[in-house]
């Protein structure tokens, strides 16, 4: 090469760099210029206002943007970062557009919803606007919702797609025009593994003041719990919710989008759905075991949501003893989350002590449950408690009407319950609450009353099968229980009482009124039910003559089924009878008890005995040793004595009427017992099980009409069935008869 040509080609080689040298001077003083100039030109009239640009570098065919930051003709910024465009871009038909991230941030005055009307919009022109072009976006940034990750769109002439990552989703939306105001297509949500949460093919039709979209869903639930969290739809305490849905949907999207977006969607749920609750120290699983219809109303922005069931059954476990099926009606649930349903379950085969329950039934119209932060309530209004079949001791029993209002929470359930039979005669209410953070509750059961006079205990059992029954008065009891749960165990204590109040009936043909006492109770988990002394009064006992004035102190023994006669006095034919302390068991062999008898008349004893043609004054007192074997009474070595001065016997019989020879041993007798006034009357008592009563009596006397300075000892026996002698008292009066005469008086 010649020097004169090296020296041109250092020419021109300096003459370039000045260029570059110059232009790059220009470019960098201009680029902000010559960026907005490009991203004006790529944005056309799309009504995006450019607000700002932020450049990293500019290159001889593309300008490469740290930012673009858009104003929404509609209020709102748009961020649009890490987007590379050719100076010369004119539009997305056959491009390839990659972008870091686009974030929107409403404007101060946007207090509006998510413009998803412009979006959905905007998405349904995409296709005709950037025909062939592919944009991938790493990441979508919206206020108040999850990160949008990955998005990718390809404007297929055909089958335009859209595709998105949230969280564990992989979210797949297709859309195709099926006629000149019709758009079909799919939402797919896909988790890894290809597993299919959410497939939704919709329907769409634009008009003047919005759009109109209805199809089908699918929605597996256990994927979409943590978003139905976030919702508020279930409660953060719930971990599994297993289920699949089937239904359809319906909803408006509004032009105005200040009006708010209400969704309708109608399910099917399949049986076999699962729901576990955690509680704090357990885990309630409740299980779905039939088919059920859900509807379910959503609305945006306010994210308000209800869902309603008509009928559906569940089974509850792990709660604690076996449960049953619980049958809902009319289940609503609303955010919040507060539900209402009509609830319904029962119980086959129950058995509590004494007591045995064919079915034991449950009826709520009303349930309402309510859970927020954690913490649930429950109340439940006038149910009703159903009782088939029940019996005590394996007796049948009326059954009650029970009606009851129940609450709880976390930390607390009460009751207040009231029974009655129907038609009256058995009536109260008791009161229940139970705290389970103090592991205590109590029981308070209020004046719960037996009006005979209405129905008798006869009429309460559907098998009476014995021959006595109380037939008017009342009977009251109330009762204080409190109970509590420990390390040591469970344990209760209580107190009470039972009140019986002119309380009348019978045993066979003996009629008894005007029963009156209180028995008071305590009762604790260490020595069970004990029982106070209680006093008893009983107006009058009929057993063909009246026994009066009953009253005496008694102890019931509950463990071994007897009971302790502190003191007992009765009056009866003129007099009156007591007995020493004695205690009475049924299943012993035998039980032995001493009556004292003072002042008893001689003319009623001889009235029962019927003793023809005999006229007796005076009176006797005694003691009467009584042993009772089973249903049997046995008195042997009974003794009475005559009361002083003595008395007077006149015999009008045998030979005072001439019938007997005067001067026979039996004359003479019959004789002296015409006038006979004595001073000293003994008697032997004795008293078979076979219902004999045998008086051995001797008598110390004179007759003034024979002899007044002569004594006479006298030796007579007296002889009765006594069995036979009331029967034939009482054959003249009915036992009905003679408790009603009472019990008018």
């Known amino acids: ?41 790529a944005l056309g009239d799309s009504g995006l206002t450019i607000k700002d640009v932020s450049v990293r570098s500019i290159g001889s065919s593309a300008v490469l943007f740290d930012a673009i930051v858009l104003e929404l003709a509609g209020g709102g910024t748009l961020f649009i970062e890490g987007i590379t465009l050719p100076v010369h871009f004119r539009g ?4 390839r557009l990659h972008v870091d991230a686009v974030r929107f941030e409403p404007g101060t005055a946007d207090t509006g919803p998510v413009p998803f009307a412009r979006g959905l919009q905007a998405f349904l022109d995409a296709p005709a606007a950037t025909p062939g072009a592919t944009i991938e976006i790493d990441a979508v940034l919206l206020p108040e919702m999850p990160v949008i990750r990955d998005v990718g769109w390809h404007a297929d002439r055909l089958n335009p797609t859209l595709r998105a990552t949230v969280g564990a989703f992989e979210l797949f939306v297709t859309t195709t025009q099926a006629g000149d105001a019709e758009f079909r297509g799919s939402i797919r949500a896909l988790l890894p593994d290809n597993i299919e949460a959410v497939m939704l093919g919709y329907q769409l039709v634009p008009d003047q003041s919005g759009f109109r979209v209805r199809g089908n869903v699918s929605l597996v639930l256990e994927p979409l719990l943590p978003a ?8 953060p305490e719930v971990t599994t919710l297993t289920s699949t849905l089937d239904g359809a949907f319906e909803l408006r999207l509004e032009a105005d989008e200040t009006l708010p977006v209400d969704v309708q969607a109608s399910f099917d749920t399949a049986a076999g759905t699962v729901l576990t609750y955690q509680a704090e120290d357990a885990a309630i699983e409740l299980s779905l075991i039939e088919t059920a219809p859900v509807n379910v109303m959503f609305q945006y922005p306010s994210l308000d949501w209800s869902a309603r069931v008509a009928r559906s059954s569940l089974s509850l476990a792990g709660a604690g003893p076996e449960l049953p099926v619980f049958h809902l009606r009319g289940s609503e649930c609303r955010s919040g989350i507060a539900c209402r349903t009509g609830l319904e379950f029962s119980y086959d085969d129950l058995v509590i002590g004494d007591l045995t329950v064919g079915a034991l039934s449950f009826r709520g119209d009303t349930v309402e449950l309510e859970s927020r932060d954690g913490r649930w309530n429950v109340t439940a209004k006038d149910t009703r408690l159903g009782l088939s079949d029940p019996a005590f001791g394996g007796r049948g029993v009326l059954a ?71 037939e008017a008065g009342t009977a009251t009891a109330a009762a204080e229980i409190r109970w509590k ?42 020595t069970r039910l004990a029982l106070e002394a209680a006093r008893f009064d009983i107006a009058l006992v009929d057993v063909g003559f009246p026994i009066e004035n009953i009253s005496g102190m008694a102890t019931p023994d509950i463990e071994e089924s007897a009971i302790a006669v502190n003191s007992l006095r009765m009056e009866m034919l003129g007099g009156t009878v007591t007995a020493d302390p004695f205690r009475y068991d049924p299943d012993a062999d035998s039980n032995e008890l001493m009556l004292r008898a003072s002042g008893v008349q001689l003319p009623l004893m001889a009235g029962l005995a019927d003793l023809e043609a005999v006229n007796i004054s005076g009176s006797v007192s005694g003691e009467i040793p009584v042993t009772i074997r089973g249903n049997n009474v046995i008195i042997d070595d009974g003794r009475l004595e005559n009361d002083p001065p ?3 016997i006149r015999y009008a019989g045998g030979a005072a009427n001439g019938m007997v020879d005067d001067s026979s041993q039996l004359g003479i007798v019959t004789r002296t017992l015409r006038n006979f ?31 007044p300075t002569q004594p006479v000892i006298l030796n007579l026996n007296v002889e009765n069935n006594v069995p036979q002698m009331l029967r034939s008292l009482q054959a003249t009066r009915s036992i009905e008869d003679v408790l009603e005469r009472q019990l008018s008086k």
């Not at 300096?14 to 260029?19: E, H, P």
């Not at 139905?228 to 409660?235: I, K, N, R, S």
């Not at 229940?432 to 059961?445: A, I, V």
């Open 1 to 41: 090469m010649t020097k004169k040509a090296t020296r041109l080609l250092v020419i021109v080689a300096a003459v370039l760099l000045l260029l570059i040298v110059a232009t790059a001077l220009l470019v960098n003083r201009y680029r902000d210029a010559i960026a907005l100039e490009v991203a004006r030109s």
């Open 92 to 95: 997305l038909r056959d491009s």
């Open 228 to 235: 139905l969290h976030a919702l508020g739809a279930v409660p």
């Open 400 to 470: 009650p009407v029970v009606r009851a209002d129940l609450s709880g929470s976390n930390d607390r359930v009460s009751a207040t319950v009231r029974f009655s039979t129907p038609g009256g005669g058995f009536s109260g209410a008791a009161v229940l609450s139970h705290s389970f953070m103090e592991e205590r509750g109590r029981l308070s059961l209020e004046n719960a009353a037996l009006e005979f006079d209405t129905l008798s205990l006869s009429g309460i059992f559907t098998d009476w099968p014995y021959n006595w029954d109380i």
């Open 485 to 526: 749960q420990s390390d040591a165990g469970f344990s209760y204590e209580g107190t009470g009482s039972l009140i019986a109040d002119s309380v009348a009936g019978r045993y066979a043909d003996i009629g008894f009124l005007g029963f009156e006492s209180r028995l008071d109770f305590e009762l604790d988990s260490a």
């Open 646 to 648: 003595g008395g007077v």
């Open 677 to 707: 006034e004595f001073d000293s009357l003994t008697s032997a008592v004795s008293y078979s099980q076979d219902g004999d009563l045998v008086l051995q009596m001797r008598l110390k006397g004179m007759n003034p009409d024979v002899d």
